[in-house]
């Protein structure tokens, strides 16, 4: 018997030893009951498990603090790399950490995670928070000199750069030293950031160094930073951080400058998939269909047949049938009115419009607040605006209130478009892809989409700043 007990005992702590314990604490806790535990892959997160998060409290200094706290268990054959975290339903809410066959625990508040999580176990994450931190504020000290040098380049600043310059360096060798031979190394040495040895004059050849030199240490080929979110943290660091313009013609050729010098450096096939629905998504997200037609045409077309998904590639263009680009997806209505003591009708169609030099298209209801503040705002501004055509949709649950209302929108084109379940249920709803009312598009003459205002505010400047053209071209004629 006692032989027997000794046997359980000694396979029970075997099972013990062979697993790896990943927990969490959370201060305050968050509002979700689950926590899920995801490995990182590429672009993507593999689902690994999950678990509830449990409420406890602790006595600190006399007072009672309320927890969260998660636990994982990870097999003794689990994969090295990045995982992750997530602790809600909605929004963004997750810890990204590294293992490496090593218990991880770690305290964050739910709220910025970012900024407060704190590894209290896991040699490799408390390494890595470590350098972040350093790094992080001998580049800020660097940054701060360099900033100053640009408005007043003295020799005490260039001299103060170096010294700054050199300590950068200094920290990133401790530490690529101290990670020899671990996980981490390979995030440490890729995190290294460039910077000249001397400090620059001008801001110009300052950001075009920079930028040139951004990717230097990366190493695109790497599985450690493949399997993680850090390539593509980069990519998005470099794509929509360091490339920017109030001019939208320029910032279209700034995004596909630097797609092309990212995907230049990407080879691997499966990383080039991942990249590219990245960039596509996330553009799409953006309703910037012209990048998403330049993606899938130069980039995502080219890989090999077999990791294309054509389900993927229409998901996407459906979501974009109403974008900036596009020609304004069309529809059919029909208009009522009285000639000679006759009620007539008429039928109209988007496409075959041709009584305006442009066409303003609003989604509005009659059970919207906002519509109804802005809609009588903005008939008597397009009053101004006679060359342009106006057509407003009406999303409505019947016609009652709408019939009504549109007595005092004389000269428009008044459609009204409705669902026997549900009015955003309707076909033209769903194809402008609609979530709120009001919702603008103006289109050209050929009905193509060429800007959608966000609110009646960018709608009347819009307008007056075409006016503005028109009349300084005028005088250009003249």
């Known amino acids: 018997m006692l032989k027997k007990l000794l046997s359980l005992l000694v396979f029970t702590t075997s099972m013990v030893n062979a697993q790896y314990i990943v927990k969490g604490t959370m201060t305050p806790p968050g509002k979700g009951d689950w926590a899920i535990l995801y490995k990182l892959e590429g672009a993507k997160q593999k689902f690994i498990t999950n678990t509830t998060v449990k409420v406890d409290t602790v006595n600190i200094n006399g007072e009672t603090e309320i927890l969260g706290k998660f636990l994982f268990t990870l097999p003794e054959d689990a994969k090295t790399g990045a995982y992750r975290v997530s602790y809600r339903n909605k929004g963004a809410g997750f810890v990204d950490f590294l293992f490496n066959k090593e218990n991880v625990e770690f305290i964050f508040n739910p709220l910025y995670p970012d900024q407060s999580v704190v590894f209290t ?88 160094s920079i930028g040139k030199n951004f990717f230097n240490n990366i190493d695109f080929k790497s599985n450690e930073l493949y399997n993680s979110s850090f390539l593509i943290d980069r990519v998005t660091d470099y794509i929509f951080g360091f490339n920017f313009s109030d001019d939208q013609v320029l910032q279209q050729k700034l995004y596909k400058e630097a797609i092309i010098t990212v995907m230049d450096k990407v080879s691997k096939d499966n990383l080039r998939k991942e990249v590219t629905e990245y960039l596509i998504t996330t553009f799409t997200d953006k309703r910037n269909s012209e990048i998403v037609d330049w993606v899938f045409a130069e980039y995502y077309k080219k890989l090999p047949k077999e990791l294309q998904d054509s389900k993927f590639k229409q998901s996407k263009l459906d979501l974009l049938r109403a974008t900036v680009g596009r020609v304004a997806p069309d529809f059919s209505w029909k208009e009522y009115g009285t000639r000679y003591g006759r009620t007539y009708e008429k039928d109209y169609k988007l496409s075959t419009l041709n009584d305006g030099e442009n066409y303003l298209l609003i989604f509005w209801s009659t059970g919207c607040s906002h519509c109804l503040k802005e809609i009588p705002v903005l008939y008597k501004f397009m009053k101004n605006h006679k060359k342009t055509s106006v057509v407003a949709f009406g999303i409505e649950n019947d016609d009652l209130d709408w019939n009504e209302y549109i007595k005092k929108l004389h000269g428009w084109h008044n459609a009204m478009g409705t669902h026997p379940e549900n009015k955003w249920d309707n076909r033209i709803v769903r194809t402008y892809q609609l979530i709120a009312t009001p919702a603008y598009f103006v289109l050209d003459a050929n009905k193509k989409i060429i800007a959608m205002p966000n609110t009646i505010e960018d709608v009347e400047k819009y307008f007056n700043k075409l006016n503005t053209k028109k009349k300084a071209n005028k005088k250009q004629k003249k």
């Open 121 to 208: 176990s896991s040699r490799e994450n408390k390494l890595y928070s470590q350098y972040l931190e350093a790094i992080g504020l001998s580049q800020k000290k660097v940054d701060e000199i360099q900033a100053n040098y640009i408005k007043s380049p003295t020799k005490d600043a260039k001299k103060a750069y170096k010294k700054a310059y050199k300590d950068l360096e200094d920290v990133q060798d401790i530490y690529e030293n101290k990670s020899e031979g671990m996980l981490v190394s390979h995030f440490i040495k890729a995190s290294k950031r460039y910077n000249t040895s001397n400090p620059t004059e001008d801001i110009q050849d300052y950001l075009n």
